[in-house]
């Protein structure tokens, strides 16, 4: 079997710039990750496939090579490559190096070993372009492959001119501690947001009206911390509410006695008053509990009005909104992004693509 070594050696010279980065690292790969390094070579095949002309016979012959060791790497792998996705299977090596290699240069360090983790993980993102439709890398790959590249070539500036490496990441995080710190150092961030109003103020809720039938009326409000409201109030209370006649003549009672009889036998079977006067004070309790009860309808209207925005909230498509082919196409490449993002483990740009996904289908410019 031909090792990626020995193709480098067959390389065609207009072709070196452009196969030579994954031919190294598949050689890197070969002995550890062989599966890395096959997609790589695969991955050469497709780029060369591309850049060949019928003219061009090394290119031509170099192919062919590549292929012949391509087979024989996929019959020395055999079971190893049933059931793989090659992308995956850069995507993951080209994360864990992603993520070893900024979480390093974040603390400020610089090494060469680090421009190599940067360096490499550029690669494999760049060779899950072989299996996209357009051969091009996706968004997501296409920024991380990007910035490795970029945090590389800093990095190796630095270190040949024997200059002191700065992080950018460094800078933004102190920044975003000395924005943050505030809160954060002494604790007093999180306490602040967790103030609330007293919980005096959130005694009344809405639903009170309908238990006013065994409360005192709302008006006296004066009198809501005794416990003998509820019930029938002592008659003296009575004579504070009526006006106390200047004479009391005998004929003031018996017509006072004479008109408060209205309803004596249901009272005094529900409530069973000691004297007929309590009639009229609990008539009055009745009164205002039933016409308190017109206030529930508030909550009512406000959940309708809190139903409205959900049936707004559907989208134009609740109102019978059919998309285009055109719309369907944009929402499908959408779709298609947010897959790619997942694939990274980029959930937020997933979130936003399928969102706009929605909103195409939706018709919702």
Not at 73 to 78: E, H, N, Q, Y
Request: charged share 20%; hydrophobic share 35%.
């Amino acid at each position: 079997m031909m090792s990626s070594a020995s193709l480098l050696e067959k390389v065609p010279q207009p072709w070196a710039a452009l196969v030579r980065p994954f031919l190294q690292r598949s050689h890197e790969f070969e002995d550890k990750e062989p599966l890395v390094a096959y997609y790589l070579r695969t991955h050469v095949a497709f780029l060369c496939m591309r850049q060949r002309s019928k003219e061009d016979k090394d290119g031509t012959a170099f192919l062919m090579t590549l292929l012949d060791a391509l087979e024989a790497s996929k019959a020395r792998l055999g079971a190893q490559l049933q059931g793989i996705d090659g992308r995956t299977v850069l995507t993951k090596f080209a994360l864990m190096l992603f993520a070893r290699a900024d979480d390093a240069e974040r603390t400020g360090n610089a090494s060469m070993a680090i421009v190599r983790l940067f360096y490499t993980a550029s690669v494999l993102f760049e060779a899950t372009a072989q299996f996209t439709d357009d051969g091009a890398m996706d968004a997501v790959a296409a920024q991380k492959s990007k910035y490795a590249k970029y945090i590389a070539t800093r990095m190796k500036k630095a270190l040949d001119k024997n200059e002191p490496y700065v992080s950018p990441n460094k800078l933004e995080t102190a920044d975003d501690d000395a924005a943050g710190g505030v809160g954060g150092v002494n604790g007093a961030g999180p306490a602040t947001t967790f103030t609330t109003a007293p919980a005096s103020c959130f005694m009344r809720p809405t639903s009170q009206p309908t238990s006013v039938s065994n409360r005192a009326p709302a008006p006296t409000t004066a009198h809501e911390n005794l416990p003998a409201l509820p019930y029938a109030p002592p008659p003296v209370t009575q004579k504070l509410d009526t006006p106390p006649p200047p004479p009391h003549t005998p004929d003031a009672d018996t017509q006072g006695r004479s008109k408060t009889p209205v309803h004596p036998s249901p009272m005094k079977n529900t409530y069973a008053p000691p004297q007929p006067q309590h009639t009229s004070q609990q008539q009055q309790w009745l009164s205002t509990s039933s016409a308190v009860p017109s206030l529930p309808p508030t909550p009512s209207s406000a959940q309708q009005r809190y139903a409205a925005p959900s049936s707004a909230g559907g989208g134009v498509g609740a109102t019978g909104f059919k998309p285009s082919v055109d719309q369907m196409i944009d929402a499908q490449k959408l779709a298609s992004q947010a897959v790619s993002a997942l694939q990274f483990y980029d959930y937020e740009n997933a979130k936003q693509q399928l969102v706009a996904s929605l909103r195409v289908l939706n018709g919702v410019q």
